[in-house]
Structures are given as C-alpha cells and as structure tokens.
C-alpha cells in the first residue's frame, strides 16, 4: 500500500476553526454565529479578529438558523456553529423552510458529530444528521475525514452558492490529507487502488478504513479505498467506475446505517450495477457514555469490523 | 386617502374571490391586515416594486412571518405593481408562483423568505437587520406576525436577541385579532399581558388601530422616528379577524375556510367599489 503520511494528531473541528479564520481574512462577506459554544466550535479565534462579523446567539439554535437565513438578504455568508445534534434534529424545521425551501447560502456547521463525542453520552450523540440533511432538497451535506480536509472543505464551500451542511468532530485523530490537497465539492478521493472489494468510507471512518485496508492486504486482500467527504451531491461516477472493477461493497460511516451514505451508495448500485454491498455504521441503536475508541469498538465501527464487513462481502461476490 | 380608502376594499375583494375559487386559503386573517399592508407598500415603505431584488440593497424590506395570510400579501404586491393582477387568478393552483403560503422557489416578485411554519419570520427579520446595519444601510426591517404565532418559543428567543444586541432598525407587528384555529387565543393559550411582555424583554411597544387606515399610517411613520435609539420596535395592531364582511366578523371561524358561491355573492355585494380609479376585479 502506498505510503500514506500522518502529520500529526488534530481534531476535525480545529480545521473548521482554522479555514473560519482564514475565510474572515480573505472574504468580507462571511459572518459568523454561535449558539453558546464558541470554544468547542473552535470559533473564538473568528471571534477574536473579526467581532463585528460574529454574532453569539446564547442557547437559541432556532434562532441561530432564522437569523443566519435573513443575514443572506444583503449578501451576507453566514456560517452557523453548534454541535451537530443542535444543528439539525433540533432545528430541522428552520432548516427546511428558512434555508433549504428559501434557498438561502447558509453554512451549517456540526461539530461532534457521532459516537465519538464520547462521555456525553446519546443525548449528544447524534447518528441521524446525515440522513436528516441529505433529505433536504438542494442541500449539500459533506463530512470530511481530518484536520487538513476540514480546513480546506470549510473555506471551499464559501464559495458555494447555496446551503451546506458541514459535519465534523471532537477527538484528535491521525491528520493524514495533504494540507495543500484543494477540495472539490462532490469528488470522491482515491487513498489506495484495489481490486478485490470497494471500501467506501466516510469522516473518521476513512481512517479507519485505511487500517483496515493494511490488515486486508496481510490477509492477500486488495482492497480499493475511496474516501466519500461529499455525501451529497454524490460522485455517482466514482462509485459505479471502482465497482465495476471490485464487484462488491462495503460502506463505513460513524452515523445510523438507515439513512446514511451507505444506503445512498447501495442506492446508485441498485439502479445502475447491483452488487453484494455491507454496511458499516451503527445499527439502530442510540450510543451511550464512554471514550471514543470504547464507543467505536462496541458499536462495530473499528478496523477490525470493517475488514469483516470486507470479508463477507467478498464471499457473496 | 380616499383613493387608498377604496383600494383597501379592492384588496378585500381580491381576498374573498382568491380563497373562494379554489375553495381553500385563510380569508379572516388576510381581511384583517388589509390597511396595514395597504399603508406599508403604498405610504411607508421605501422600496421599487418595478426591480425587485432579493438582496433588497437600499430598500426597506419586509417579511410575514404568519404566511397563512398570503392572500393580502399577495393582493397588496400585485396591486402596487410587484407582478400582474391577473396572475392572482393562480393563487393555490398547480403550476402557480402564488403558493398556498409564501415561497422564494418560484422567485415571486416580493417575497423574501418562505412562511408558513409559524414562530421563524422574526428570526429572519433580525438577520436582515443586522445586514443592512453591516452594510451601512439607513433602511428599515418591517415584520408581521400573528397573535397565536407568539405561542411558538421560537418568537421569543428572537425577542432576547433583538433586544440584547439592539437591533434598532425594525419594526415588527403583531394582529392582535385575539383569534386563532381552534378558537379565541385567550381558550387556546392566552397570551396574558401581551404589551407587558413585550415590554419586559427590551421592546418599544407602540399600540394601533390596524383597521384604521390613517392611524396605522401615522403609527407606522411614528415608529421610523423611534429607530436608531437602541431598541427594537413591536406594534401591537389590534384588527377583526374578517373586516369588511359581516359574518366573517366576530368569530374564528373564517381563519382558514372559504365561503361558498351564496357566501361569496354575499361578501363581494358588502365591498362596494365606487370611483376607485384604474383598478377594478381581476
């Protein structure tokens, strides 16, 4: 397997900060708002620089979203940051008519996202986000793998015309993606070139997978690895051109498997080219409280439980 | 003012035969607000129905946050020149820009944000207004909203904000009609000492007749004189739920029904138009 390089340990949610500040810098138009979570969003150094461009809101995400689709009468770039829970389940309905039916160029963006909050438990945990957004007509919903990725997809969909969701995370994790690697909304990326099975992976779970693609290869497996940072719009050609080559599937997300991206997946393969596909996600069931490596271990997120998932999809091939 | 006198009772008469051809829409609310957006589009407001932008740079701009009473929004938009008067024959038709509540998706000339769901156009308004604040703007946000649209929290979450951050350049309205679906606001919910309330949470609270054309000019004017001094505005617009037509008055029970042809006939024979220049039915 080619070499793939980790620079270091950084949370996804520190990228999201970073690319925020750089994009105070460089586009006057982008505006930031915050439902009381300033330091965990990262957002305190927007704060700082730019404080007439940021807007606390206190703990009033209905709020938040409404006023963040107003701010773009005038053509203001509102980015909105609270955790990911409080982005969308509980202000779905602001999302849907005030953004998404508006068609309002709204910046959704999640933090902890997913199991891997870890000691709050599922009250926090949300693993319904993906599915929630990705229903909403026009909206684009992406969940980058690392630090590097994040930065770079915050600052790229600025220039989007449009609502996007934007999902990251907590905890520190490898930061693998070339820092200068440009980001392009809805183009799956390539980590490694296989032929025996396609591992679709998506946010934390692309690294994962690449754990799982060294043990595969031990095992005389080839697997091909394609990270899947834009859930939506979908890089459908990306899909049907790895499996036809493959022939068999398996998707990995930190999210429910109903709804996810890999029931999007599975969605595109029906259509255009059945295949034997498993799903690697959390299985209807809510989390609970623990570390982010106990979480992802008993919800069968782990390596080990994608090279399973790669196993059994290679033998119904 | 005799000419807008008359103009209020054509847009009444556009409401009643709106809602009675597709048999659907809320005609008692829309009745209800008919001086105040007749005052707003042709006396208040600074804006260009002929170039509408969504951007709305330079204009006053304004947002129903109670989007069931599309009908009036939609006879007042046409009426002052935002889009023909024959098109409000489509209101809640297949293929129509004038959906059932207010949307952007058919870029309807006026029409901002979509309103419907009750307890977001507040919300929206403020961020317009921190807009036009960044972008140096010495222009005014208007918003309505309905009396039993206060029930939703989202409205008062908005409220902390406007008040909290000072948000000086709106000037928002609440139909006091004291009306709502299930019945009389005060069964359903009531909203206790609504001025008081508004009052308490930072507002300028100013009160109107908001079926009394010259005093809801006159308040409306009023209340620009009171932006800028680091409060938001709230009027409380007391009106009848179905002014203009006898039976729909009183009751709430024309909030979201159409009358029938006999009903109809009857209605249209209350809303007189005598010498209203170039205007008449669509």
């Known amino acids: 397997m080619e070499q793939i390089v980790v620079q270091n340990e950084k949370d996804t949610r520190s990228g999201f900060g970073e690319g925020l500040l750089e994009l105070g810098r460089t586009n006057k138009e982008v505006v930031a708002l915050c439902a009381d979570l300033t330091g965990s969003l990262k957002m305190d150094a927007f704060e700082k620089e730019f404080p007439d461009r940021f807007f606390q809101v206190g703990i009033a995400e209905a709020n938040m979203i409404g006023i963040a689709a107003g701010m773009t009468i005038g053509g203001k770039i509102p980015f909105t940051g609270t955790f990911a829970n409080f982005s969308t389940g509980r202000v779905y309905d602001q999302i849907r008519q005030s953004v998404a039916y508006s068609e309002k160029n709204v910046k959704i963006c999640a933090s902890h996202a997913g199991l891997t909050l870890g000691e709050d438990g599922a009250t926090h945990q949300i693993l319904e986000d993906i599915g929630m957004m990705k229903m909403l007509p026009g909206m684009t919903v992406i969940n980058p793998c690392d630090f590097n990725q994040t930065k770079a997809a915050t600052i790229a969909i600025a220039s989007h015309v449009g609502p996007v969701y934007l999902r990251f995370g907590r905890p520190k994790v490898p930061n693998f993606t070339p820092a200068n690697q440009k980001f392009v909304i809805g183009k799956a990326l390539m980590l490694h070139e296989g032929v025996d099975v396609t591992i679709f992976a998506t946010g934390h779970m692309v690294w994962k997978a690449i754990e799982a693609a060294q043990i595969l290869l031990q095992k005389g497996i080839n697997p091909e690895i394609i990270n899947i940072h834009t859930i939506k719009p979908l890089d459908e050609a990306a899909v049907l051109q790895s499996v036809k080559k493959t022939k068999c599937v398996v998707t990995a997300e930190e999210h429910q498997i109903a709804g996810g991206m890999g029931e999007s997946i599975a969605g595109v393969l029906t259509r255009h080219l059945p295949a034997p596909i498993e799903f690697v996600g959390v299985n209807d069931t809510f989390g609970e409280s623990g570390t982010p490596e106990e979480l992802m271990k008993k919800y069968g997120l782990d390596a080990i439980d994608i090279v399973n998932a790669a196993q059994r999809a290679i033998s119904r091939k | ?282």
């Open chain 2, 1 to 282: 003012m005799e000419n807008l006198k008359l103009l209020c009772t054509q847009v009444r008469r556009d409401i009643v035969r709106m809602v009675s051809a597709v048999q659907s829409g809320h005609p008692g609310g829309s009745l209800g607000c008919v001086e105040y957006f007749v005052a707003l589009y042709f006396k208040v407001m600074k804006h260009d129905p002929k170039n509408f932008t969504m951007d709305g740079k330079g204009d006053d701009v304004f947002f129903l946050s109670n989007g069931h009473i599309s009908p009036v929004w939609y006879s007042v938009l046409a009426r002052n020149g935002y889009f023909p008067v024959s098109e409000l024959a489509t209101f809640r038709k297949l293929d129509s820009r004038l959906q059932g509540h207010p949307a952007t998706a058919e870029h309807l000339e006026g029409i901002r944000m979509a309103s419907g769901s009750l307890g977001q156009g507040l919300s929206a308004a403020i961020g317009a207004a921190i807009t036009k604040k960044l972008n140096k703007e010495n222009t005014y946000v208007f918003s309505l909203h309905g009396d039993g649209e206060l029930q939703e929290g989202q409205i008062w979450e908005a409220a902390m904000y406007a008040a909290h951050n000072k948000i000086d350049n709106l000037i928002s309205t609440i139909d006091y009609n004291g009306r709502q679906i299930d019945g009389d606001v005060d069964n359903v919910l009531s909203l206790g000492d609504i001025k008081g309330k508004w009052h308490a949470f930072g507002w300028q609270v100013l009160e109107m007749d908001g079926n009394n054309l010259e005093e809801v000019i006159n308040t409306l004017n009023h209340a620009k004189t009171l932006t800028g001094k680091g409060k938001p505005i709230m009027i409380i617009m007391k009106t009848e739920m179905g002014m203009g037509v006898d039976y729909m008055m009183g009751t709430h029970k024309w909030h979201g029904s159409p009358p029938n042809k006999e009903q109809t006939e009857k209605a249209l024979a209350q809303l007189i138009l005598d010498g209203l220049e170039e205007q008449g039915d669509y």
